[in-house]
C-alpha cells in the first residue's frame, strides 16, 4: 500500500481547506482546460482514479455517464465523497490505484486528477488502463507538473539580479522527492515529460492533446497571489486515446 | 528574414570551434537519441532544414537517402558544406526556412536538428512541413529545450543552500529572448513543450515519440563538464508522423 497521507488527521485538515475541496471543480482553476480535454460524457463508463471528495464523479454522472466508479485510498475522503453522492450511478472503492482488480474493457475513459504522481511505476499503470479501457476508449489525466516536482529545495526564490526564480535542478533524475506540503514527509514520484508520454505511446495510446497550465491573465487578476505561476507550470494535463 | 547570426564573422569563428560543428554528428551528443527516432533512410526524399555544414545530409545519403535537400541562411556554411560534398544525391539551397518554396509532397521525411527554436510561427511551420510530406511521413527534430530558452538569465547558479540550480523563471511567456550566445544579441524563440507538441497534433500529426535529452552516465565520465546538464534538459527532441 502506498503513503495514504489524506486520512492522516493534520494533513486531512488542511487539505479539506482547500478552494478545491470547498468549491471542488469550480475550485480547481485547471478544471476548465481539463475538461476542454474530455470527451463528451453521455453514455461513458468512467474510472476516476483518486476520485477523492467525488466532484468530477459527480459532474460526470450529471453530464450523462452511464456509470462511475471512483477509486481512492483515503477512508475519510471517500466517506464524505458517499455522504455527498445519493447517486445510482456513481460507486466508490476504497483501494491502491496502482492494484485495480477490475475487468477488462470495462471503462470508456479513465480519468485522474492529481493524482497520478503519487504512483511508483507509471508505465505499468498505462498498461492497466490500456487493459481497462475499450478500443478507442480515453485516458485524460493531470499530475504535478515535471517541472514544480523536480527540484530538491521547491520554492520561490530571488536571484542576485531581483528576479523571482523556480530553483530547477535534479530534472532529470526521476524517482520519489519528499517534501513539506500540508505536513512534512510527503512523497511525490518525479518523472519527467518524456517519461509521461513515452510510456503511454509505448502502451499503444495516441497522444491528443498536452497543456502545461497557468493561470490565465483573468484568473491573475482575480488571485494576484497566482502570479509567479507564469514562471514555471504547476499542472501538466495529458489527453491520450487507443 | 530573420537573424542570421551564423555569418557573423565572430560567431561563424566561434561556432566553427565547437565538437559538433569539428566533428559532425559524432561531436553532437544527442544525435545517437535523435538518429533512434528517425525512420530507415533507404529511398527516402529528405528535407533538413538549418541544414549547417551538411553532416546529416551526407550521413542520409551515405544510408541510402534517395536525395537530401538541405536549407540553411548561411552562406558560409553552405559553402562549406559544399566543399565537402561531392554527391549528386544532396542538394543545398540557401534560403529562409520559414518561406520553403518547394512542392507540395515533395518529401518522405523532413528533419531539422537544432535550428526550429529561431523561427517565430512553429504553427505555421508545421503546417508548411504537412505541406510537404507524403501520407505517412516522419518530421524528426530538435531543438533547444524550452527550460533552457526559458529564463532571463539563463545561467547556472548556488542556491542559499549551495545547491546548483538553473533560474528558472517565464516558461509560460512565450515569444523571443535575447542572449550571449557566442556573440551577444541572439535571438531565440521560447515557447513551451505544449506548444510544440500541441502545434503538431493540431496539424494532424502523430506523435511517434518525445525525449529530454540529458547525458548518460557515460557520457558524463568522458566530459565531467556535462554534469550539471541533468539539472535541466538542454535539448527536446521530437519525432511524429503524419
Known amino acids: ?9 493534520e494533513f486531512f485538515a488542511g487539505y479539506s ?22 470527451p463528451p460524457m453521455t453514455g461513458l463508463r468512467v474510472l476516476d482514479l483518486g476520485c477523492g471528495f467525488g466532484a468530477f464523479a459527480r459532474w460526470a454522472s450529471e453530464m450523462g455517464a452511464a456509470h462511475v466508479l471512483g477509486v481512492d485510498l483515503s477512508e475519510k475522503m471517500l466517506a464524505q465523497a458517499r455522504s455527498q453522492t445519493p447517486d445510482p450511478n456513481i460507486a466508490y472503492r476504497l483501494g491502491d490505484i496502482e492494484r485495480l482488480d477490475l475487468p477488462d474493457a470495462a ?8 493524482a497520478l504522481h503519487y504512483i511508483k511505476n507509471f508505465g505499468r499503470m498505462c498498461a492497466t488502463i490500456r487493459r481497462l479501457l475499450t478500443p478507442g476508449g480515453h485516458f485524460v489525466f493531470s499530475v504535478e507538473h515535471p517541472i514544480y516536482t523536480a527540484p530538491r529545495n521547491p520554492g520561490w526564490q530571488t536571484d542576485p539580479t531581483d ?29 519527467t515529460i518524456a517519461t509521461y508520454v513515452d510510456s503511454l505511446l509505448d502502451q499503444g495510446f495516441r497522444l491528443t492533446r498536452l ?4 493561470p490565465s491573465p483573468e484568473q491573475i ?15 501538466l494535463l495529458i489527453g491520450a486515446r487507443l
Open 163 to 191: 528576479a523571482t526564480i523556480w530553483p530547477l535542478n535534479d530534472y532529470l533524475r526521476e524517482g520519489p522527492r519528499v517534501t513539506e506540503w500540508i505536513t512534512p514527509g510527503v512523497v511525490k514520484q518525479h518523472r
Open 107 to 114: 471503462f470508456d475513459l479513465v480519468y485522474s486528477s492529481l
Open 221 to 235: 487578476a482575480e488571485h494576484p497571489d497566482w502570479a509567479n505561476e507564469v514562471h514555471r507550470p504547476p499542472f
Open 211 to 214: 497543456e502545461e497550465w497557468g
Open 1 to 9: 500500500m502506498p503513503q495514504n497521507i489524506y486520512d492522516n488527521p
Open 17 to 38: 481547506q482547500f478552494l478545491r475541496s470547498r468549491e471542488g471543480l469550480a475550485g480547481a482553476p485547471e478544471w476548465p482546460t481539463l475538461r476542454s480535454m474530455l
